[in-house]
């Protein structure tokens, strides 16, 4: 008897456990949900917003309307929400606290997840614009238009530029002058694609230049031509750069400088030290490397007076850079004097200091053993706090 009334107890609470299971899958089923999109007339997603839900259908205007549930729209236009209790709603988009599209007829079975979105580029919600909003949305769309336009164009002009510039410093000159050639006809007021295009020009020179002397041709015209195309080049972005609402003096030093190369290689040492110059005032913030670059330019050519010159300037600059003083002491070296009865070697005013200041700043510099020894050489004694130089770091 006990064990029947036991096996009564068993499938009444087993059955108890399918009602009650079979009453949470109800309950699981008996609210639905809704997700959708939203984008405004011109095909863009409305990035910020609510999408709501009523069942109130009396209401005398959106403002006094009662909403039984309010649903975010993310920043892609998207939206979704859960837990909502069957029935036939009016979904409304709202956007800056106004109403802007609506759904009058959305009806949520328990269990389903509806899909309603709100195209506002649909034919029907233009046509019930007024004229006035027609004619905004209308410069809307120009204006999207142009700028979706320059967006892509600078995409390409951006693309063309790192690939230009990663083919210069591969040596695929020919590659980067094409692609140059290209962003400079897209875009002929843009200073920074014909300072690139001059950079691959002035490789390509440099290079050809390179195979004209191993062949022993001291003149060639071609190798003329291929500077005076990059000298081109830089005036151009020189002028363009200057003619632009908002200068940039970066594109102005670099321009300016890289001028200065290619007239310096041509054999135009004026040119290319009035380019140097410019490009110093262009970018005082560089100002030292600029006016490096002249002295050096003028030291290689042999006009030691103007390359010491150039180099007090580079100095003035800035103090720290240690081959300024190596070009002063080299220019200023030329007119040491050695005394005919002595021997003895007097080297001009500065000479000394430069090459000294050259060993504190750079004690293991490519040009430190060298100085040391025109120091030996002179007479003078190299200074014992960097005549070990740093030890090597590890």
């Known amino acids: 008897m006990k064990q029947r009334v036991r096996n009564i107890t068993s499938t009444l609470a087993a059955a108890l456990l399918v009602i009650f299971a079979m009453t949470a899958s109800a309950l699981a089923q008996a609210t639905g949900s809704i997700h959708g999109h939203v984008n405004n007339p011109i095909g863009q997603p409305v990035a910020q917003g609510q999408v709501k839900l ?201 321009a300016y400088n890289q001028l200065g190369q290619s007239l310096a290689k041509s054999g135009d040492l004026k040119g290319a030290s009035d380019a140097y110059e410019q490009a110093a005032k262009a970018q005082p913030a560089s100002a030292g490397m600029y006016y490096f670059n002249e002295a050096a330019t003028l030291y290689n050519s042999g006009k030691t007076d103007e390359a010491a010159v150039a180099a007090d300037k580079a100095i003035a600059a800035d103090p720290k850079r240690a081959d300024a003083y190596y070009i002063k002491g080299q220019s200023l070296i030329q007119k040491a004097s050695v005394d005919p009865k002595t021997q003895k070697i007097t080297a001009p005013p500065g000479t000394v200091e430069a090459y000294q200041t050259y060993l504190e700043l750079a004690p293991d510099g490519p040009r430190a053993e060298e100085v040391k020894g025109i120091l030996t050489g002179i007479g003078e004694s190299v200074k014992s706090s960097y005549k070990a130089g740093k030890p090597a770091k590890k």
């Open 54 to 254: 009523s069942t109130d259908r009396t209401a005398a205007d959106e403002k006094s309307r009662k909403y039984q549930y309010t649903f975010d729209i993310d920043t892609a236009g998207d939206y979704k929400g859960t837990d909502i209790t069957p029935g036939n709603y009016i979904a409304v988009v709202y956007a800056e606290g106004k109403s802007i599209d609506f759904n009058d007829n959305v009806t949520i079975a328990a269990g389903e997840d509806k899909t309603v979105s709100f195209d506002m580029s649909r034919k029907e919600y233009i046509d019930k614009m007024t004229p006035e909003e027609k004619k905004q949305l209308e410069e809307f769309k120009k204006k999207n238009a142009e700028v979706m336009a320059g967006n892509k164009q600078i995409a390409n002009l951006n693309a063309l530029l790192t690939q230009a510039r990663s083919d210069t410093k591969a040596g695929n000159f020919d590659a980067a002058i094409t692609a140059m050639q290209q962003a400079t006809t897209q875009k002929p007021d843009e200073g920074i694609l014909w300072v690139a295009l001059g950079d691959a020009q002035l490789g390509s020179a440099d290079a050809a230049a390179k195979v004209a002397k191993a062949a022993g041709k001291a003149n060639d015209p071609d190798v003329a031509a291929k500077y005076t195309a990059a000298a081109t080049s830089y005036k151009k972005a020189i002028d363009d750069n200057a003619a632009s609402k908002k200068p940039s003096p970066e594109t102005a030093g670099a």
